[in-house]
């Protein structure tokens, strides 16, 4: 069985901490590769900086991006994604504190697949989290030769 990567993309170390916490909870998830800013996460999708080089036939079967970052913000990231075809298909859930209506319609307008208000509350964020990785790892059937890791 291949194994299944998760592309996080949030800056607070709190919410990277229990959605890390969450993911292995569920046992769904081989790897998360974090993403501490929007350059970062484009750099790892794109194969440059400190990710040139990286084997770009194993990419992540989902990508959790938030959308207030630092250097480079979701929506920007979300704009490259879809613009370029090796990364144009990644099922994208936008994962914000953001309840901003011009933010959820800016976000399906680029080509989104869901958009999910973190919760306030631990534990429904970390059952939000679980339920998450369980549809996008276990239930959503990705293109063929696309999404798939290894």
């Given at each position: 069985?291949?194994?299944?990567?998760?592309?996080?993309?949030?800056?607070?170390?709190?919410?990277?901490?229990?959605?890390?916490?969450?993911?292995?909870?569920?046992?769904?998830?081989?790897?998360?590769?974090?993403?501490?800013?929007?350059?970062?996460?484009?750099?790892?999708?794109?194969?440059?900086?400190?990710?040139?080089g990286?084997?770009?036939?194993?990419?992540?079967?989902?990508?959790?991006?938030?959308?207030?970052?630092?250097?480079?913000d979701?929506?920007?990231?979300?704009?490259?994604?879809?613009?370029?075809?090796?990364?144009?298909?990644?099922?994208?859930?936008?994962?914000?504190?953001?309840?901003?209506?011009?933010?959820?319609?800016?976000?399906?307008?680029?080509?989104?697949?869901?958009?999910?208000?973190?919760?306030?509350?631990?534990?429904?964020?970390?059952?939000?989290?679980?339920?998450?990785?369980?549809?996008?790892?276990?239930?959503?059937?990705?293109?063929?030769?696309?999404?798939?890791?290894?």
């Amino acid at each position: 069985m291949s194994s299944k990567i998760i592309l996080l993309v949030e800056d607070n170390p709190d919410d990277v901490m229990l959605i890390l916490r969450a993911l292995k909870a569920s046992n769904i998830v081989g790897e998360v590769v974090v993403a501490r800013d929007g350059a970062e996460a484009l750099d790892y999708l794109f194969r440059t900086g400190a990710y040139a080089g990286r084997d770009t036939s194993v990419m992540p079967q989902v990508i959790l991006l938030d959308l207030k970052l630092p250097k480079v913000d979701g929506l920007e990231v979300l704009r490259r994604l879809r613009a370029d075809e090796q990364t144009k298909l990644l099922p994208v859930v936008v994962l914000t504190s953001s309840d901003e209506e011009r933010d959820i319609i800016e976000s399906y307008g680029l080509g989104a697949n869901s958009y999910v208000r973190k919760p306030v509350a631990f534990t429904q964020f970390g059952e939000a989290v679980r339920q998450l990785g369980l549809y996008w790892l276990t239930l959503n059937q990705p293109p063929l030769g696309r999404n798939r890791a290894g």
